[in-house]
């Protein structure tokens, strides 16, 4: 699968590559992102060296750094994954860095892949699950049509305590309308 360029209004995103290393780092660093969506993964710096080197041949999903139009530092990391063509169907992730957050940007970079997903890879439902905790992004989420479909009750952890996973899906015709 083509791993495309999307240019959007105020974004552009461009796969991940080589180059994004010192990004990706600081995304899986921080531990407000991690926090946020539940990552409990420990990674090196060599770890995101190799995935940023190799993350374009991999099958399945299409990862993307969220840019300005202008400038080709890498703001966030968008990815559509678990793409099964034969049932229409993927995963999104959306993951901004600290100090980009809140600005719309993600708002248009969802927005960009949903098309690509819907209308270029003719997909008919696009999934994600999103931490309870994360209200930001539930809202973000559902303001661009996506359904609460499930609960997953108390399947990550928020420092000491729990929270649920909040299963979020959105349909082709929904998106269209």
Known sequence: M????????????????PEDVDAVWDLVSDPESAR????????????VAERCATIADRPGRIDLAVT???????????VLKHIDLQSGTADLRLVMRPLHRGRGLGTE?????????????????????????NTRAIALYEGLGFQTEGRLREAFR???RRCDGIV??????EYRR
Request: no cysteine.
């Open 168 to 173: 979020m899906g959105l349909l082709a015709d």
């Open 158 to 160: 928020d420092g000491d």
């Open 109 to 133: 970079a969802i927005g960009l892949v949903l098309d690509m997903a819907f209308e270029g890879l003719g997909l008919h439902r696009i999934g994600l699950t999103v931490l309870s905790i």
């Open 2 to 17: 083509e791993k495309p360029t999307l240019q959007g209004e105020l974004i552009r995103l461009r796969p991940i590559g």
């Open 36 to 47: 946020l969506t539940g990552r409990t993964e420990v990674y090196t710096r060599e770890m």
């Open 68 to 78: 300005t139009t202008g400038s080709d530092e890498m703001l966030g990391e968008m």
